[in-house]
């Protein structure tokens, strides 16, 4: 059985998280979509939040598992026996960093490689940071989010903005 990981902070997911993942599933039996819970992060959507958002979008998908996990990437992929990490680039400046990853992953752990997708150029310019101010500043997320959760994630995220006015 071949396992994929496909790590992130998901804070919050993307409609270009969701086309990697969903093109991940195509060459893997299990995909584990490996939520990472960094506590010096200052994340704007908790770990449970973050885990529900992921848990509705990919409810019918029986090869998904969604987990958390805390410490390095790598260490839970073995923890896993998965034989690859899977990371979405966007562009030139993603690659710099992942490659670096890559190759210190591969130090620790020669026996998971790490696989790169290129992100559809549909989705090539989202990021969760961008999703995040769009939402702090009620902008239109419409496209930049699946569908599923939109609503969702705007009340979320406006009872966040109202509570932190009070």
Known sequence: MTTYVCPGSYDPVTSGHVDIIKRAMAHCDKLIIAVGDN???????????????????????????????????????????????????RAVSDFEYEFQMAMLNKKLKPHVETIFMMANPDHSYISSGAVREFLKNNADITG???????????????????????
């Open 39 to 89: 506590s010096l992060k200052n994340s704007f959507f908790t770990l449970d939040e973050k885990i529900m958002f992921l848990k509705k979008v990919f409810k019918e998908y029986d090869k998904i598992e969604i987990e958390s996990f805390t410490g390095l990437t790598v260490d839970f992929a073995e923890q896993k026996n998965a034989s690859a990490l899977v990371r979405g680039l």
């Open 144 to 166: 930049l989010v699946p569908e599923s959760i939109r609503q969702d994630m705007i009340a979320l995220s406006n009872k966040k903005l109202m509570k932190n006015q009070e």
